[in-house]
T-cell receptor, first 114, second 114 residues
Framework: DAGITQSPRHKVTETGTPVTLRCHQTENHRYMYWYRQDPGHGLRLIHY???????DKGEVSDGYSVSRSKTEDFLLTLESATSSQTSVYFCAISEPRVSYNEQFFGPGTRLTVL | AQSVTQPDIHITVSEGASLELRCNYSYGATPYLFWYVQSPGQGLQLLLKYFSGDTLVQGIKGFEAEFKRSQSSFNLRKPSVHWSDAAEYFC????????????FGAGTTVTVRA
């Protein structure tokens, strides 16, 4: 299994509070991704990174920001959480030079915003 | 932008019976195609992928998929399902070698009855 961990694995928070989710990899893969998974929608891309300090938006980026100061860590921040951001969040990594577009996924973080 | 359609939200199949999950994509050129499986409470695991060449690809756990350009389809099959195949299955597409993002279908949930 690819070395990807996510923390925390579960979190309950209140509307309006900031939340940061962490993705950590030990594979030295260049690309990292944050998705959210909701019933009936599959996985939707929030943000992705193609190198340290290099990030770009996905299809559902509103209300989220990301940072990548080291190859191994990719942080997802909800500046002011809303109930619509209750979801399961997955991190993924890929290294196109080795395996084209194949992405490897972490175990997920279940976030509940009350 | 490419899109992916999985027409079946839920499929129930008897143990030992065959299984076919449908996937249609919308993209002009030859895409990179993937099938992932997600067991309850777990992350996504890659079953198989298609980039080029032989249109019938073999994957893990006894699954195979066939790329049909004329039908814009990439259907997943297994000749004889096991109870452990109960999971959610996602089809995903990337638009080509320079597209490092995946678009996912909404998923198909497979229930296996004894």
């Amino acid at each position: 299994d690819a070395g990807i961990t996510q923390s925390p694995r579960h979190k309950v928070t209140e509307t309006g509070t900031p939340v940061t989710l962490r993705c950590h990899q030990t594979e030295n893969h260049r690309y990292m991704y944050w998705y959210r998974q909701d019933p009936g929608h599959g996985l939707r891309l929030i943000h992705y990174s193609y190198g340290v300090k290099d990030t770009d938006k996905g299809e559902v980026s509103d209300g989220y920001s990301v940072s990548r100061s080291k190859t191994e860590d990719f942080l997802l921040t909800l500046e002011s959480a809303t109930s619509s951001q209750t979801s399961v969040y997955f991190c993924a990594i890929s290294e196109p030079r080795v395996s084209y577009n194949e992405q490897f996924f972490g175990p997920g973080t279940r976030l509940t915003v009350l | 932008a490419q899109s992916v359609t999985q027409p079946d939200i839920h499929i129930t199949v008897s143990e030992g019976a065959s299984l076919e999950l449908r996937c249609n994509y919308s993209y002009g050129a030859t895409p990179y195609l993937f099938w992932y499986v997600q067991s309850p409470g777990q992350g996504l695991q890659l079953l198989l992928k298609y980039f080029s060449g032989d249109t019938l690809v073999q994957g893990i756990k006894g699954f195979e998929a066939e790329f049909k350009r004329s039908q814009s389809s990439f259907n997943l099959r297994k000749p004889s399902v096991h109870w452990s195949d109960a999971a959610e299955y996602f089809c995903a597409v990337a638009s080509g070698s320079n597209d490092y993002k995946l678009s996912f279908g909404a998923g198909t949930t497979v229930t296996v009855r004894a």
